[in-house]
C-alpha cells in the first residue's frame, strides 16, 4: 500500500540520444503507479570529443531556430543535444493533460573540465526546474566504453574519478544535486565492485561538505540495485551526507525504458529514511523545497 511521496527525480526520455520512450507515456505510467511527482532528465554531454571549451566546442552548436544537433563522431564521441524549447513546449502540454502528477523539467549534464564555461555561454538562460550533474567521464574516457579498470586497480580507479568530481563541482555552481556517486562501479568487473567509503575518505567527505556548503544534494540511484543490492552512491556514502548535515536529496531510477520508471523508489525511500533523513527534495526553479516522507 502507498502512503509515501514517491518521486522519480532522473528519467531519459526521447530527447536523450540514448532512449526511445516518449514523455507522455512516461506520465500516464507513472499515474498508473502512483507517483506523484517526474523529473525528466535527458542528457546534455557536451565534451564526448575530449576537446577543451573554446573555439571548438563553438562549433558544435548548429543553429536551426536554436537547435543543437546531435552529432556521433564515433561510439564514445557523441555530442547530445536537443532543442530546450521544444521539449519544454511539450513538458507544459502533459502538465495540463496530467493535473494529478507534477511534471519537472530538468536535465542530467555531463561533468567535464570547462563544461562550467559552455554552460554559462550556451545553457545558463534556458529554463530548467533542476540540474542533474553527473560525472560520466574520467580524463576523457567514460567507464560505460569499457577499458576504464585495464590499466589501473580499483581503488586508484575510483580515486581518480572521485578527484575530477571534485575538482568540475567546485568550478561549477548552476546545478541542484550530483548524479550517481560511484558511477565507474557498474563497469568493474570484479567480484567487489564496490566503492568503499573508507578507502577514499577524505575526497569523499571534501566534496559532500563542499555540495552542503553550496546547499546542493546528492541523487540516490537506483539502478544498481538489482544486481549488487546497493545504490549510486553506497549506503555508507548516503549516510555520511545525512552525518555531515546534508538535507538535499532525490531519487532517481535513471530508466531509459518505460518498465524501470520508479523501480525500487519505495525501497530507495526506506533506506533513506532510514540513514536519517526526513525529507525528500523537490525543486522549483532549481530551487530545492522539503517534502516530509
Ligand atoms: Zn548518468
Ligand atoms: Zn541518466
Not at 557523441?78 to 530546450?84: A, E, G, R, V
Not at 575530477?164 to 568550478?171: F, G, I, R, S, T
Not at 573508507?198 to 561538505?209: A, P, Q, S, V, Y
Amino acid at each position: 500500500m502507498k502512503t509515501k511521496y514517491l518521486h522519480d527525480y532522473h528519467i531519459h526520455t526521447e530527447y536523450s540520444f540514448d532512449c526511445h520512450v516518449s514523455m507522455n507515456s512516461y506520465c500516464k505510467k507513472a499515474v498508473e503507479l502512483g507517483l506523484n511527482e517526474i523529473c525528466f532528465t535527458d542528457h546534455i554531454d557536451l565534451f564526448y570529443d575530449r576537446k577543451p571549451v573554446g573555439a571548438d566546442a563553438e562549433k558544435l552548436v548548429v543553429n536551426e531556430s536554436g537547435k543543437m544537433k546531435l552529432t556521433y563522431i564515433d561510439d564514445c564521441r557523441q555530442i547530445i543535444n536537443f532543442d530546450f524549447n521544444e521539449r519544454q513546449r511539450e513538458i507544459g502540454l502533459l502538465m495540463a493533460q496530467y493535473p494529478q502528477l507534477r511534471i519537472v523539467s530538468g536535465v542530467e549534464i555531463g561533468l567535464a573540465p570547462g563544461m562550467d564555461l559552455f554552460f554559462d555561454r550556451y545553457i545558463k538562460d534556458y529554463h530548467f526546474d533542476y540540474i542533474l550533474a553527473s560525472q560520466h567521464l574520467i580524463n576523457g574516457q567514460d567507464p560505460y566504453c569499457g577499458g576504464f579498470f585495464n590499466d589501473r586497480s580499483k581503488d586508484e580507479a575510483y580515486q581518480e574519478y572521485l578527484m575530477e568530481m571534485y575538482a568540475n563541482l567546485k568550478k561549477f555552481d548552476d546545478f541542484c544535486c550530483v548524479g550517481h556517486i560511484g558511477y565507474p562501479a557498474r563497469f568493474c568487473s570484479e567480484e567487489d565492485s564496490r566503492l568503499h567509503i573508507k578507502n577514499h575518505i577524505d575526497i569523499i567527505d571534501e566534496t559532500l561538505k563542499l555540495l552542503i556548503e553550496k546547499g546542493h544534494g546528492i541523487e540516490v540511484n537506483t539502478v544498481g540495485y538489482k544486481n549488487t543490492g546497493d545504490w549510486f552512491p553506497p549506503y555508507s556514502i548516503i549516510q555520511r551526507f545525512y552525518q555531515l548535515t546534508g538535507e538535499v536529496i532525490t531519487i532517481g531510477s535513471d530508466c531509459h525504458s518505460l518498465d524501470r520508471l520508479g523501480q525500487y523508489n519505495e525501497v530507495a525511500l526506506q533506506m533513506v529514511e532510514a540513514a536519517g533523513f526526513k525529507y525528500l527534495t523537490s525543486f522549483y526553479n532549481k530551487k530545492p523545497q522539503y517534502v516530509k516522507i
